[in-house]
């Protein structure tokens, strides 16, 4: 299982869109990586997967989403998406309610992470 | 009656605790921010005991995507809902 | 009615400076009057004139210089707070010795007594925090 | 009991010291309206009430702390210390523990504080 | 074996549950700044998981009073300790 | 061993300032290395060059350029959350056309790479956070 994930980078992104800019930074921080050519996973974890919910409106007044960021991952070779499985039930939050497909996780597997990525960051 | 205003959610901060001790028997709550995250049908038995005075902001559900997922109890107000949610209250109260 | 805001959020960081002034245009136009905008803690970055954010992001600091050119709403910005953490009108630059300032006008420096009159003087004052 | 507490302002504090500033930021807009001649009441919820444990150190990297301030309240004519009673038995702490006299507040009567007090602000 | 930071109390937040499942069998935990509010008696049963693995920062207790109240259970290191864990730690994580 | 520090809280408003520096003495007392301190999201204030802090207090814009001079370490700002932020070198504000500037050497804006780039290159990277 470990060595399935393994990888240069794992970007833990713990909030939530819009209230605090903490998410884009941490999704900025993945996506320079990606562009150096790191392999980059990124693990959703409690409020963080707020920021996959589909169907997220631009802000009436303009502060600029995330969502278009998230939808490009792809195209940064970002496959590894990784979801805390518990989070998503503490919203009552199913996976076809997110706006691309994830990996769901639980906590033995989740506690792997980090020894399987070379570098780790919180956001 | 004074209107209470939550921008954290019950998911990762005790906030909301407090917001609760706080209110009087005719007091409101106005969910906000991130704080609308509380609004979902999952997380509004947080609110259980304010039930009819619960409110959540239409611009932060939708930014967030979280419009058509609000639970029934919730009142759903826009921006000017919110500036005469503060004109009927006394005195309104933030909750960070 | 007479409203004052209390913005305690530094802009990007936290959504605080957006739904202030989501808020402030809101009771704007339901025909009440806001005679300030208070920045206090993080709050006093929202006048860090030198703010460059990108193209398509909002400019949050020159929408509250409009809000005062439109509104007359008074944009007043704790000095304490401020000093401590580099926003410094010419002013306060010159008397702290420093070369350059990265506060304009419309916003004042001005002392927290200004907060609690506000808050004897206006029918509503609300508190926008990170 | 609310008229008893009845004052021109309410200072909400409920962040702990040296963590941010909010603590400080909510005392000196305390002691300024006291300065201006206002009754003021403050009431300690939460980790507010770590801001009033006896014996802090000062910081050993020199860190302002909040504790001398706390100690002059009396001389701002600030006598009105509440406390959330639920607050200290969280952290397992008795009112002997505190640098000072608090008047200790349950649920009901803390819900009563807001409408006895012509301006509230929480920090 | 990792280091985990978490300065954020378990009164006020519930970041160090996210701290909790990350954690590998060996992985220790630190008490920074408001953290350390963990240490008390009251607290600590939160991290009952880490028992023996649970250390506190001395000089953020110090400064809050709360150097003679920690729970047993809690190992006291200063600022250098904190840099002697770094040292024996692969890599660290903070919670915030 | 070569340590980095990333720090994302800025100083007066949060302790993660002051746990850094602390942090960052210890580490070079035990004999380490400390490549750089790379500044992003509200970090990127420990740079505001007319921070006018109380003489009572500590200042932490000058511990962090003491700590540059004495031992070498870059001092990094991430510079887009720079900008957005009003902290701006001279040839930023001269770049975007504004007068003044707020950031000095020895802090050096520069792009999320390096941050990247220190992960890989130092033995030990430590978060401090707000």
Excluded at chain 1, 90 to 114: C, K, N, Q, Y
């Amino acid at each position: 299982m470990t060595s399935h994930f393994s990888s240069d980078l794992l970007v833990i992104l713990r909030h939530g869109p819009h209230g605090s800019s903490l998410l884009r930074d941490g999704l900025d921080a993945a996506l320079v990586a990606a562009a150096f050519g790191q392999r980059v996973s990124l693990l959703f974890m409690g409020e963080g997967v707020m920021a996959l919910v589909d169907d997220q409106q631009p802000d009436p007044l303009g502060q600029k989403g995330t969502s278009a960021t998230i939808e490009m991952l792809s195209m940064y070779d970002i496959e590894a998406i990784l979801v805390e499985q518990t989070a998503l039930e503490l919203f009552g939050l199913t996976p076809d309610e997110l706006m691309l497909p994830v990996r769901l996780l639980t906590g033995a597997t989740l506690s792997t992470l980090p020894t399987s990525h070379r570098l780790v960051l919180t956001f | 009656m004074l209107l209470h205003v939550l921008n954290r959610s019950p998911a990762t901060s005790r906030v909301y605790q407090q917001a609760l001790t706080m209110m009087g028997e005719e007091d409101r709550l106005l969910l906000v921010e991130d704080g609308v995250q509380g609004a979902l049908p999952q997380m509004v038995r947080h609110f259980g005991e304010v039930q009819g005075r619960l409110f959540a902001l239409e611009e932060d559900l939708a930014s967030r995507g979280l419009l058509g997922r609000c639970d029934a109890s919730v009142q759903v107000v826009d921006v000017d809902g919110f500036v005469l949610l503060t004109e009927q209250a006394e005195r309104t109260m933030s909750w960070y | 009615m007479r409203y004052a805001i209390l913005l305690l959020g530094a802009p990007y960081s936290h959504q605080a400076s957006h739904s202030a002034l989501r808020f402030a245009h809101a009771l704007l136009a339901r025909g009440h009057s806001l005679d300030a905008v208070f920045f206090y803690h993080d709050g006093v970055q929202n006048a860090a004139r030198l703010a460059a954010p990108p193209q398509d992001e909002r400019h949050v600091v020159d929408e509250w210089i409009a809000l005062h050119a439109e509104h007359g709403t008074s944009l007043e910005v704790c000095i304490a707070a401020a000093l401590r953490r580099g926003l410094l009108d010419e002013r306060e630059a010159a008397r702290h010795g420093k070369s350059g300032h990265s506060i304009d006008a419309p916003f004042e420096l001005t002392g927290l007594g200004q907060l609690i009159d506000l808050g004897q003087r206006c029918d509503r004052l609300i508190t926008f925090a990170p």
